[in-house]
Each structure stands twice: as C-alpha cells, then as structure tokens.
C-alpha cells in the first residue's frame, strides 16, 4: 500500500501585509490619493471601491470586523457580506 502525501501551504496569521489600524489608515489614504478622492465617505459611495477596499483589508490584515467596521465607518453588515 502506497501513501501520498500532499504538502499544504497554510498561510501564517502573522504573513498578513497590514499588520495594525494605523498601518490600514495609511494604506486607505494611499488609495484614496491614487484616486484623487477626497474624501473617505463620497469614495466609498460606490460599492465596487467599498467592496474591494474590504476585501482587500479582510485578506491582508488581521483586522477584525469590528476594527473594520470603525476605520471605514461602515454598517458591521456590509462588512460581514463581502466575500473574500
């Protein structure tokens, strides 16, 4: 009998790019100057900024909803909602 092994490459918690809030704060207004938006409210009016914006920070941060949720000031709902 022959066994098979599979390697898996898990990704460590600590490998996220955005380590902190501050770090997610720059990072946000990195975005918001590429876009030449002003303001963080009027930019996240559109669902396709808001949503990829979240699941950006859902996939390289440690971030919780919650802390999330308060950096954007967004519904803790809409946050929840979006796919990785």
Same mark, same amino acid.
């Given at each position: 009998?022959?066994?098979?092994?599979? /390697? %898996?490459?898990?990704? !460590?918690?600590? /490998? !996220?790019? %955005? !380590?902190?809030?501050? $770090?997610?704060?720059?990072?946000?207004?990195?975005?918001?100057?590429?876009?030449?938006?002003?303001? @963080?409210? /009027?930019?996240?009016?559109?669902? /396709? &900024?808001?949503? #990829?914006?979240? #699941?950006?920070?859902?996939?390289?941060? &440690?971030?919780?909803?919650? $802390? %999330?949720?308060?950096? @954007?000031?967004?519904?803790?709902? %809409?946050?929840?909602?979006? !796919?990785?």
């Amino acid at each position: 009998m022959t066994e098979e092994f599979i /390697d %898996i490459n898990e990704e !460590k918690a600590t /490998d !996220k790019t %955005i !380590k902190s809030e501050a $770090q997610a704060i720059k990072h946000i207004e990195r975005v918001l100057k590429e876009d030449k938006a002003v303001h @963080l409210k /009027d930019w996240l009016i559109n669902k /396709d &900024n808001r949503n #990829g914006l979240i #699941g950006y920070l859902k996939d390289n941060s &440690n971030l919780s909803t919650r $802390q %999330i949720t308060a950096i @954007l000031g967004v519904n803790r709902n %809409i946050v929840q909602r979006v !796919k990785r």
